[in-house]
Structures are given as structure tokens and as C-alpha cells.
């Protein structure tokens, strides 16, 4: 299948309403129904469509499409819908370092996420690190420390780490990241705030001894 033949293939997939989408889960996780899991995994191919859009003129970019769909899958099959944290933001964390994976081994970099602003302005991830290192502009541009600061992102409580993957690598709004998650804008700025301690101090042996 080609790219164009996905996104055609995406304009019929149908978006779920909040009550569907609750019956499924509670059909999926209590009762193990099959085709509630199939019809949460189609109504999100989106949010893999989303990642991959950056990657459109890459020759791979089916195979790194499979990859975010496997990650969509895991999400799925890890959810908690009781944790009360959005699906959108759980899964994306997954969808994302499933593509990042295929691309480290493809021999492609990505780093852009280290220098995207939040959509609601302010400094970007790689400006809120820089005072760990000197050198850091530097080596952010290098592949060890785009690694390592994923793995620091993926140990993160779940919703500092999603507020940080919302506002770095998706460019969701705070607003939008506080009605997912259900808090105030403040508790999200908060939650950014400790995200980014935890990420600098978890990075902060690596950049010593660099």
C-alpha cells in the first residue's frame, strides 16, 4: 500500500463518540470482546497517520506507518481507562518510539522534538536542558542523547510523561492537555515543570561523562 492509499484509506475510518468509546473499552477490558480491541485500534490509526506525516517523503514510510501501528496496538492492549489519563496521550508515547526505533536502525536521526515549542509558546525541551551541560546545544544534535532523552521521557510518572510528549512532541495545547487529562492548565504547567526536573537529573550523570 502506498501513502496516498493509506490516507484514503484513513478518510473513511469513523471517530468514535466518548460513550462508544467508554462501551468498547469496558467491552474490550472486562469482557476480552475481540472486536471492541479491532474497533479501538481502527478508530485511532489516526493518531499513527499523525506521526508519520513528517516522515511522508521517506521511501519507508509505510514500514515506519506498521511500526506506529504496532505501538498502537500495545497501547491498546496497556490501557488503563481507570487511570482516568486520555488514550490519545498514552498511546502516542508508544506510536512515537516505535517510529524512532525504525529509524535508528535505518540509520535516520530524529531530534526535532528537542527544539519544537509548545503550542502555547515558551522554550522549547533542548532550551528547559540546556543548563545540565556547556555543550549542550552541540549534542543534541547526536543520536545517543535523542536516545537517552526518550528512555528519561518513557520513565517519567505516566502523566508527566504524557504532558511532556503533548506539549514537545505533538504540540498540543495546554488547555487541550488539561481537559485530556482532566486537571487545571496550572497542574499541566506543573507537571511540565517536574517532568523536567526528573528528565534533567535522570540525564545529568550521562552529560558528565560525556
Avoid at 37 to 54: D, G, H, M, T, W
Avoid at 101 to 107: R, S, T
Avoid at 196 to 209: A, P, T
Wanted: glycine share 6%; with cysteine.
Amino acid at each position: 500500500m502506498q501513502f496516498e492509499q493509506y490516507i484514503a484509506e484513513l478518510s473513511r475510518v469513523r471517530l468514535l463518540e466518548p460513550a462508544q468509546e467508554q462501551v468498547l473499552w469496558h467491552r474490550y477490558k472486562e469482557e476480552g470482546d475481540e472486536e471492541a480491541r479491532r474497533l479501538l485500534i481502527e478508530s485511532y490509526q489516526p493518531l499513527v497517520f499523525k506521526q508519520a506525516l513528517p516522515y511522508r517523503q521517506l521511501q519507508s514510510v509505510m514500514d515506519m506507518v506498521q511500526e506506529g501501528t504496532v505501538g498502537l496496538i500495545e497501547a491498546v492492549e496497556h490501557y488503563e481507562p481507570e487511570r482516568g489519563v486520555a488514550f490519545s496521550l498514552f498511546a502516542v508515547h508508544r506510536i512515537r518510539g516505535r517510529m524512532l526505533n525504525f529509524l535508528q536502525k535505518e540509520g535516520s536521526s530524529d531530534v526535532a522534538c528537542m527544539d519544537a515549542l509548545p503550542a502555547d509558546g515558551g522554550d522549547s525541551l533542548k532550551d528547559n536542558l540546556a543548563d545540565m551541560s556547556p555543550s549542550v546545544m552541540e549534542q543534541a544534535e547526536s543520536h545517543e542523547l535523542a536516545s537517552r532523552l526518550h528512555q528519561a521521557i518513557d520513565r517519567l510518572p505516566a502523566k508527566e510523561k504524557a504532558v511532556l510528549e503533548g506539549l514537545y512532541m505533538q504540540s498540543e495545547a495546554a488547555g487541550d492537555m488539561a481537559e485530556g487529562l482532566q486537571v487545571s492548565i496550572s497542574h499541566v504547567y506543573r507537571l511540565q515543570k517536574n517532568g523536567i526536573r526528573r528528565v534533567r537529573g535522570m540525564l545529568s550523570r550521562f552529560m558528565h561523562n560525556w
